[in-house]
């Protein structure tokens, strides 16, 4: 009777439905024990299903016995034991496998731990995101500069490879500076976490606006006034690149560059009547005397059919520094802001904008001071987003961007005149002295 019971409990499911189950069962989805399984733990398999049968033999000893001499039902056994035995040694491999991968994310954990300034507990993993941003552009920067040095070095040693290595030392800078960065930022809601993003972005901008200046500007005569506009629509988003060059004369690079802080980068600025019911200017945060955050919203494209207008989002860091030889302005695009979300529809486009300028003072002939701004936009906005044509949107753009910079340099300029009113005849008078000494 005893073994009557033994061949009824080690009636189990068939081979092939067992292979699937140690095949594909996730190892910390454990199934419940058969009382095959329970056998097979315990390392004692029958040696048949035959009633009379009183022989047993171990797991071992059925595994390694030849094939032939196993009955079918051993032969059943054998074949689950094998799969068990394979799974064990897979799900063996990948624990050995998962503690390696955790062992060089400690180690490279701790390596940039080494290589990042001290924090106050900081461990934001937007930071570290930041950190390493700029950890790599960083590198790439060294990595221009080392081989210009190398460069250098080697030519130095013969007075003809001179001019060569001062050419490739050019064409090495000017490429480093040409192409104008855009990267994603993300703001938390945590006061602190937003400040030090906020300056970390900053800092950023304000590094790379002095290469951007001296690619687009440096390398030729600037001839004022100058207003280009480019843009491409060819790819899947729209690229805009904006070059603005322009004298104020009778003001120094501080005045203006001061007119500029207390307006537009205070996110308060001149619209003209009919457009003021659709703009909307918040500033979120005064960071310090010289960094600002906050956020601009205009008109962009109206659908007359429909009668709803699309308005396009700016979240925009900026920045201002001020020398004895220069004022330099930043402003860089934010693409989430947790505190202050951006609520994504048919009718609202998140601007991608990044941009600087750089204010310096010269001199007019008859002694007058006058300031020289040069400006640089770039924006990649994603007007796959827009349903009208690529023509209209272009033209939208274009009178976005134009009306923009009006807004801007009026806004500016009619502080000026409010602030300084006793300018206003002598900066006519030197612009004329000015022509008259050139005749």
Known sequence: METSSLAYVFQTA??????????????????????SDQALLMGVYPATINPESD?????????????????????????????????????????????????????????MAKMKPPHDGDDNAESIKLEQEVITQHRKRKKVTDDIELTVEGALTDETGFAN???????????????????????????????????????????????????????????????????????????????????VPGYTHQEVGDAAWNTIFNFQFDVPDRFKPHVKCDRFMELDENTRYGRTIVPLLKNYAENQVTYLHS?????????????ILTWETIGMDDLHPFEDSDTALLNDEVGCTIMETAQ???????????????????????????????EAFLTVFCRNAEIVEASARNLLRTKYPGRLHTRTEAKQKASLSNI
């Open 315 to 327: 979240y925009f860091v900026v920045r201002r520094k001020v020398t004895d030889k220069c004022t």
């Open 165 to 247: 290595a001062v050419r490739g030392v050019l064409d090495k800078t000017m490429a480093a500076a040409a192409h104008i960065e855009h990267w994603f930022h993300r703001l938390p809601v945590d006061t602190l976490e937003r400040v030090k993003m906020c300056h970390h972005i900053a800092d950023k901008r304000l590094e790379l606006a002095p290469f951007y200046l001296e690619h687009e500007f440096g390398s030729r005569v600037v001839k004022y006034p100058q207003y280009d506009i480019k843009l491409n629509s060819n790819g899947p988003d729209m690229e805009i690149k904006l070059l603005r060059a322009k004298e």
């Open 364 to 394: 007019l002939p008859n002694g007058q001071a006058q300031t020289l701004f040069r400006t640089i936009i770039h924006s990649t906005p994603p007007v796959n987003a827009i349903a009208e044509p690529r023509g209209k949107i272009n």
């Open 14 to 35: 068939s081979p092939s439905d067992e292979e699937e189950m140690y095949a594909f069962l996730p190892e910390e989805q454990e199934m419940p024990l058969s009382p």
């Open 55 to 111: 022989i047993v033999r171990d797991s071992e000893e059925i595994l390694n016995a030849p094939v032939k001499s196993l009955t079918e039902e051993e032969k059943k056994l054998r074949r689950r034991a094998q799969v068990a035995k394979s799974a064990r040694k897979h799900r063996n491999r990948q624990k050995e496998e998962l503690a390696r991968l955790r062992e060089q994310v400690l180690f490279l954990q701790e390596q």
